[in-house]
């Protein structure tokens, strides 16, 4: 048996039967200690369920149940990829094993939903875009590690244990807090809890005027960052202080789009987010992020078949700006850079417009660069290298963003192209594998019950192949292969006709 097993920031001691998470001892009973140590010891394979109660429970009867709620209690601790399911087979151990010396690890936070404190249900969406701002800006520092909306904002509304919250989401620091806002003036509260030992490392209270709101963030941001490393420079700090707009009510559109342009989100959601993105373009014209967001909305529309040759125009257009307006936002620059790249038209197998594979690029590494610890920055780089074709550094983007929201809503995209990155690979049953997590983590994915009907396609597996695309179509119902053939951004040719080949042969319209 090995002294360890290390995974990212999570490492396995059999010996001492413990779970460290960056470098601290997580809590985990010993059954499921016993179910880990199992699916680790087999990770190169699916393990059915009889052999893991054979393992866990050797000799003794019990429900299948039992091993359903150990799974549960592992996937809080390491993620929801970490083990995938297997239809009809058992389970799977995902997780990388790490093959280089950690870098030194960085203070861990998670920012959590602030309450509002307004009396009005309707401000609940400028409370959510204050933290969301507040939360890029701490990523942007470099300082710390910080875990992203996605995953902290699942506490929404419920009362919460900070202890808790610090072993579920693997964090050393949460921070919390209120906002109230009536007229025109605004009072928000933060405090930042030591998780492990619920000890107040700061608190403090900040009120101004709606015009300081975006002064406001930068104090509470700077407080909890010189609050973890007093030490940091005065140069890192000013990576938070870019503005996104000064018109606050472009703003205001702005963090009301946010909730419709995740995955999952059905079509009514993604054209309201698309329309509240197009007013506060209006009010301000020059917003980069808005643009941005309305490049990444245009992709949405467009992979999904209900999007137009506008949408590929706009979406182009809104990129373009974006880059030539703001250089050094890492959120504009992975947004637009992934639309450059994913976004364009073929006719006749020709590029007629977009595919701009290789501004795409600098974009993203300019964006890495800036905020390696950003969520949207490593999803955007997993996506855009699976679509030119480099499978294995996509996933590693892909499992950094998993880290960075381990319990997103939108897990199952990530899993997704985690999936699409396989089959770039040649992984198909890996591709399988993470296709069919995706669609038990939402059923209603269309991304990944299309990457399922095309892996089922690829392993030669016809009549569950045309079952997955019977699916899909009851999703997507106006689906073509003509159609998302001259859309698709993947860059080999080949590739692109093997594709549209195994999606007709499952029964979708040409």
């Known amino acids: 048996m090995a002294n360890s097993h290390r995974f990212d920031h999570f490492e396995v001691l059999p010996e001492q039967r413990q779970l460290l998470v960056d470098g601290q001892a997580a809590v985990l009973g010993a059954r499921a200690f016993d179910l880990l140590l199992a699916l680790i010891e087999h990770r190169d394979r699916v393990v059915g369920k009889d052999e893991l109660m054979a393992l866990v429970w050797p000799g003794a009867v019990v429900e299948e149940n039992n091993l359903t709620v150990q799974i549960s209690?592992?996937?809080?601790?390491?993620?929801?990829?970490?083990?995938?399911?297997?239809?009809?087979?058992?389970?799977?151990?995902?997780?990388?094993?790490?093959?280089?010396?950690?870098?030194?690890?960085?203070?861990?936070?998670?920012?959590?939903?602030?309450?509002?404190?307004?009396?009005?249900?309707?401000?609940?969406?400028f409370a959510d875009g204050m933290v969301d701002d507040i939360l890029t800006a701490l990523a942007r520092t470099g300082i710390v590690f910080v875990i992203a909306r996605n995953s902290s904002f699942i506490y929404k509304g419920r009362a919460v244990d900070i202890r808790q919250v610090g072993r579920e989401l693997g964090v050393r620091y949460v921070l919390e807090g209120s906002i109230r806002r009536a007229d025109n003036r605004i009072r928000v509260a933060g405090q930042l809890i030591e998780a492990e030992s619920g000890r107040h490392i700061w608190a403090d209270r900040f009120e101004g005027t709606l015009e300081d709101v975006f002064e406001l963030q930068d104090r509470i941001t700077e407080s909890v960052v010189f609050a973890v490393d007093p030490g940091v420079r005065r140069a890192e700090l000013e990576r938070i202080r870019a503005k996104p707009t000064s018109n606050l009510q472009a703003y205001d559109y702005l963090i009301q789009a946010l909730p419709g342009l995740l995955p999952g989100t059905s079509k009514a959601e993604k054209d309201g987010s698309s329309s509240l993105i197009r007013r506060a373009l209006a009010m301000d014209p020059g917003f980069s992020l808005a643009k941005a967001l309305g490049a990444f909305a245009c992709i949405q529309r467009v992979i999904d078949g209900y999007g137009v040759a506008d949408d590929v125009k706009s979406g182009l257009r809104f990129a373009e700006e974006a880059l030539a307006d703001h250089k050094d936002n890492p959120v504009t620059l992975s947004m637009a850079g992934l639309a450059l790249g994913s976004l364009g038209y073929r006719a006749l197998g020709f590029r007629v417009l977009g595919f701009r594979y290789e501004e795409a690029l600098r974009a993203i590494d300019r964006a890495l660069s800036l905020s390696p610890n950003l969520f949207s920055v490593r999803f955007a780089a997993g996506m855009l290298l699976s679509v030119v074709g480099e499978g294995d550094e996509a996933i590693i983007h892909f499992e950094r963003a998993m880290r960075l929201s381990p319990l997103d809503p939108g897990m199952s995209a990530l899993m997704a192209g985690t999936g699409a990155a396989h089959v770039v690979c040649g992984r198909y049953e890996d591709a399988l594998v993470a296709a069919r997590h995706a669609i038990?983590?939402?059923?209603?994915?269309?991304?990944?019950?299309?990457?399922?009907?095309?892996?089922?396609?690829?392993?030669?597996?016809?009549?569950?192949?045309?079952?997955?695309?019977?699916?899909m179509l009851e999703l997507l119902p106006d689906f073509t292969v003509s159609r998302y053939s001259s859309v698709l951004p993947v860059k080999d040719a080949s590739?692109?006709?093997?594709?549209?080949?195994?999606?007709?042969?499952a029964g979708v319209p040409n």
């Open 73 to 125: 209690a592992l996937r809080k601790l390491l993620g929801a990829q970490a083990v995938a399911t297997v239809a009809g087979r058992g389970y799977r151990f995902t997780l990388t094993p790490s093959t280089t010396a950690n870098a030194p690890e960085l203070p861990t936070i998670a920012v959590l939903p602030f309450t509002n404190m307004s009396g009005d249900p309707e401000q609940e969406y």
């Open 440 to 471: 038990e983590i939402d059923p209603n994915y269309t991304g990944a019950h299309r990457l399922l009907t095309i892996v089922l396609g690829l392993l030669g597996r016809a009549e569950e192949a045309k079952l997955a695309a019977q699916r």
């Open 495 to 505: 590739w692109r006709k093997r594709l549209a080949t195994v999606l007709l042969a």
